[in-house]
C-alpha cells in the first residue's frame, strides 16, 4: 500500500502545530495524548510513501533523476532555493533529498522531547534537596519563617533562628541573638514554620540560620532581612506598596534548557527592585524609580466612583518599599498539563520545584509572601463540600499547609485558611474560596456556599469591625467576584454562588473604600460594582497569570452586566412658574468594565497605598504586563473616622523609638 507523500506532511504539519500550541500558548491537558499519536501516526504514516525520487546523484538507475544537487547555480538562483529549503522543512513538505526528509524527523523528534521535557520536569527534576527560608505573616510584633533543611540519612533534624536588629554598618558577628529552635522532619518534607516573637513595630531586623550549637549554616549566604508592620494602633496613616498576582507555572512558553525559570518573578524581581546589583535590604529600599513615576503620569485613567483624585504634580515620586507580595493561587499545576496523582510526595514536589526557581528565590528571600489556595493546587475547578475527605483535598492540603498556608497570618480559627490581617490602618480578608464551597451542579441555588457558614460569619465580623477601623478595606478571594466572565466562571466563580454573593455583596457596599483582589482568569480586568444610591462604590481588580498561559483571541468578559440599579437625577429647571425640581430616574449597570486586558503571560498588579492625610486616602494602581506599565488608577478613597486609633496603650510610638535610637538609647532593653 502506497500512501500521497502528502499524509505524513499533513500529519506532520498537525503535530508541530499542537506541539507550538502546547509549549508556547496553553499547556492543554489533551497535549499529551494528542502530540505522542500526531508524532506516531507521522512517522508510521511516511513509512508507507512511495520512496520519493532519489536525491543524491549517484543513483543514476532511477527513471525520474532529480536535478543534481551539486550542480553550480547562479547566486539569486541559490537564495530562492535556500527559501524553498525553509518552506519545505517548516511544513514537512515532501522532498527528494533525504538530508531533508531526516530533517522532518529530527525536528519532529526535538518537539516530542521538548514536550516529554516540560510534562515530565518535575519528576526528572524532583528537587528534594531544596533548601529555601522565607518570610511569611509579618506582624507589628512578629514574624513568621519557613524554613526547608533537609538532612539525609536522618529522619529529623534542628535549626536555629539566629536574629539582631538591621543596622547598615553593623560589624558582623555583632549582636547576634538565639531565637526559636525549628524541628524539621522527613514526615513532614523537612519544612516547618516558626514565630520570631518580642519584636518592635516598623523595625527592621535580619536573621540567618544555624545549628544547634551556633555554627552558621551555608545557607542563607547572606542574612534575610525583614520589617515589621507598623503599630495599627498609632493614630497615623501609612504609605506602603504591595503587589498581587496569581498562577504560575516553570518555564511556560516552554524554552529549552530553562525548566527552572519563572520569567514572571525575574520580571517582578526587577520591577521592585530596578537597581538591584547587591541586595538591597527593605529598609533601605524606598527608592527613586524613574521609569515608573513618568509612565504613571502618561496613563492616568479614571472612574466615577470612589472620586478621582488628580495627578501628581511632580515628575519625580518616591515610591515607599513594597512590603509583600498576596498570592491568589494556582501557585502549583497539579493537574496541569499532567496530573501525576493524588499522594503526598505528588503535591510536595511540585512546591520544592517552586522553591527551588532562582527567579522565585529572587522575590521571597527579599518579600514576605502571602498565599491563598485555587482549584489547581488541588485539582480543576475543585469544590470541597465542607468535607476535608473529598479526594484529592486530604494529601493537596497536607502540601499547601506545610510550603505555603503555615506562614500565612493564623486564621482566627484553628486550622483554618482564611484569615486577615492589616498594614496600619489598611486591612486585609483572605478568603477560602474551595475547601466550603458546595456542589454548584446538585444543589439549590439558594443553599449554595462559597465559604460555609463559619468563614462567612468571620468576614461579616471582620467587616464590621474593619468599617470603622481601617481606611481601606481589601477583601480577597482566589476566583472572581463579578458575573461578567462567561464559561467555566459562571460556576467556579462567584456567579455560580448568586444569593450568598448578592448578600455578601450589599454588606460591603454599606462599608466605605471596600476593594476587592481576585485573580484566576489568567487576564486583567478591573471591575465597577454600583449599589442602590446611597451605596459605597466598591471596585475589584483581578489580575493572572504571575506567569503562565493567557488565551489569545478567545474573549469572555462581558463590558456589563445585565443586572441595573437605578438612580435619580435631580435637577432645577426653570419654567414659567418658577425654578422646579425635577427628579429623573435612570438606570446604570450593577457590575461595569473599566479596564480589560486580556494578553500577556507576565501580569501583576502594584498598589500604593497612602493614607497619610486621612482626610484624602489614595490608592495608586500599576498593572504590569510582560515588564511594562499597561494601566494606570488613581482611586481616592473616602475620609474614614478611625475610632480606634486613638486607643490608649499602644507601643512606644515610632518616632519616639526613632528619637531614642538615634540618641544610642535601646528602650527594648528597658521594658
Ligand atoms: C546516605 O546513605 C547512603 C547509603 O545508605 C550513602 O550512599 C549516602 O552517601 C549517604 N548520604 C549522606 C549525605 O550521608
Ligand atoms: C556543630 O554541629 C554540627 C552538626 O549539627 C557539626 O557538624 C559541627 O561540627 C558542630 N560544631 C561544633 C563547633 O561543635
Ligand atoms: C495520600 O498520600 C499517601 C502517601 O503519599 C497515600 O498513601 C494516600 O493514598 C494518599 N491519598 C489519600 C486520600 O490520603
Ligand atoms: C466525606 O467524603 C468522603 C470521601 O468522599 C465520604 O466517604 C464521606 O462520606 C463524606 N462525609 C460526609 C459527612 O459527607
Ligand atoms: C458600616 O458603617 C456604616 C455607618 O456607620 C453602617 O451603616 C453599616 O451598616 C456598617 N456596615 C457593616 C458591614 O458593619
Not at 216 to 238: A, E, N, Q
Request: charged share 20%; net charge neutral.
Amino acid at each position: 500500500m502506497a500512501l500521497s507523500p502528502y499524509v505524513p506532511t499533513a500529519f506532520s504539519s498537525l503535530f508541530r502545530f499542537f506541539a507550538f500550541i502546547f509549549l508556547r500558548v496553553i499547556p492543554v491537558r489533551l497535549g499529551k495524548t494528542a502530540l505522542p499519536v500526531l508524532y506516531f501516526v507521522t512517522l508510521i504514516s511516511s513509512c508507507f510513501v512511495t520512496p520519493p525520487t532519489p536525491a543524491v546523484q549517484n543513483h543514476p538507475t532511477k527513471t525520474e533523476p532529480a536535478k543534481p544537487e551539486t550542480e553550480t547555480k547562479p547566486l539569486h538562483h541559490e537564495r530562492s532555493q535556500s527559501v524553498d529549503v525553509w518552506t519545505t522543512v517548516l511544513f514537512s513538505l515532501p522532498s527528494t533529498s533525504r538530508s531533508i526528509r531526516i530533517t522532518h524527523l529530527v525536528v519532529n523528534t526535538l518537539l516530542l522531547f521538548a514536550a516529554v521535557d516540560f510534562v515530565a520536569h518535575p519528576f526528572f527534576d524532583p528537587a528534594t534537596d531544596v533548601v529555601f527560608t522565607r518570610v511569611g505573616a509579618v506582624y507589628p510584633d512578629s514574624v513568621k519563617i519557613v524554613v526547608r533543611y533537609p538532612e539525609f540519612n536522618s529522619t529529623e533534624s534542628h535549626v536555629k533562628i539566629v536574629w539582631r536588629e538591621y543596622k547598615e554598618m553593623a560589624a558582623l558577628e555583632e549582636g547576634w541573638r538565639d531565637g526559636p529552635v525549628v524541628k524539621l522532619t522527613e514526615a513532614n518534607d523537612w519544612v516547618n514554620t516558626i514565630g520570631l516573637h518580642s519584636l518592635w513595630p516598623s523595625t527592621a531586623y535580619e536573621y540567618r540560620l544555624s545549628s544547634l550549637n551556633r555554627t552558621v549554616l551555608p545557607y542563607p549566604p547572606t542574612p534575610i532581612s525583614f520589617r515589621t508592620f507598623p503599630d495599627p494602633r498609632l493614630p497615623t496613616g501609612t504609605h506602603f506598596r504591595f503587589v498581587v498576582s496569581s498562577c504560575v507555572s516553570p518555564n511556560f512558553p516552554y524554552v529549552p534548557f530553562q525548566s527552572r525559570r519563572i520569567k514572571g518573578f525575574d520580571l517582578l524581581a526587577h520591577y521592585l527592585w530596578p537597581m538591584r546589583g547587591k541586595i538591597v535590604p527593605p529598609a533601605m529600599d524606598g527608592s527613586f524609580n524613574p521609569e515608573v513615576s513618568q509612565s504613571s503620569l502618561a496613563n492616568l485613567d479614571s472612574t466615577p466612583t470612589p472620586t478621582i483624585a488628580s495627578a501628581p504634580s511632580t515628575a519625580v515620586v518616591t515610591l515607599p518599599p513594597p512590603e509583600f507580595l498576596l498570592f491568589l493561587g494556582d501557585f502549583i499545576y497539579a493537574d496541569v498539563p499532567f496530573y501525576f496523582g493524588d499522594d503526598k510526595e505528588a503535591y510536595r514536589r511540585l512546591y520544592r520545584r517552586n522553591y527551588q526557581s532562582q527567579s522565585f528565590r529572587k522575590i521571597y528571600e527579599h518579600l514576605p509572601v502571602f498565599h491563598t489556595y485555587d482549584d489547581h493546587e488541588i485539582i480543576n475547578n475543585f469544590q470541597g463540600l465542607a468535607n476535608d475527605s473529598t479526594p484529592p483535598f486530604p494529601n493537596a492540603s497536607d502540601a499547601f499547609k506545610l510550603y505555603n498556608a503555615d506562614g500565612n497570618y493564623e486564621s482566627t480559627k484553628k486550622d483554618q485558611y482564611y484569615y486577615h490581617f492589616r498594614y496600619g490602618d489598611v486591612a486585609f480578608f483572605v478568603m477560602d474560596t474551595r475547601r466550603y464551597r458546595s456542589n454548584v451542579f446538585d444543589d439549590d441555588v439558594h443553599s449554595r456556599t462559597m465559604l460555609g457558614d463559619q468563614q462567612l460569619s468571620a468576614l461579616y465580623d471582620w467587616l464590621g469591625k474593619v468599617n470603622t477601623t481601617a481606611t481601606f478595606k481589601f477583601v480577597v478571594s482566589s476566583v472572581p467576584f463579578t458575573s461578567l466572565w462567561g464559561y467555566d466562571a459562571q460556576t467556579d466563580a462567584w456567579p455560580g454562588y448568586a444569593d450568598e454573593k448578592a448578600v455578601l455583596l450589599k454588606a460591603l457596599h454599606s462599608v466605605p473604600n471596600v476593594i476587592i483582589l481576585s485573580g484566576d482568569r489568567h487576564e486583567f480586568a478591573a471591575i465597577e460594582f454600583n449599589g442602590d444610591e446611597d451605596d459605597n462604590g466598591i471596585l475589584e481588580f483581578s489580575t493572572s497569570p504571575m506567569s503562565m498561559f493567557y488565551v489569545p483571541f478567545f474573549r469572555t468578559l462581558k463590558k456589563t452586566s445585565d443586572a441595573m440599579v437605578s438612580r435619580v437625577k435631580t435637577e432645577v429647571v426653570s419654567t414659567d412658574d418658577g425654578d422646579e425640581v425635577v427628579n429623573t430616574k435612570y438606570e446604570i449597570p450593577q457590575e461595569k468594565v473599566l479596564r480589560y486586558i486580556a494578553s500577556g503571560n507576565y501580569k501583576w498588579s502594584a498598589f500604593e497605598v497612602d493614607t497619610r492625610d486621612l482626610e484624602k486616602p489614595t490608592l495608586k494602581l500599576e498593572v504590569m504586563i510582560d515588564g511594562s506599565a499597561a494601566y494606570h488608577l488613581m482611586i481616592a478613597g473616602k475620609p474614614v473616622k478611625l475610632y480606634s486609633s486613638t486607643a490608649l496603650g499602644t507601643l512606644v510610638p515610632q518616632s519616639f523609638n526613632k528619637m531614642f535610637h538615634k540618641i544610642g538609647l535601646r528602650p527594648s532593653k528597658w521594658f
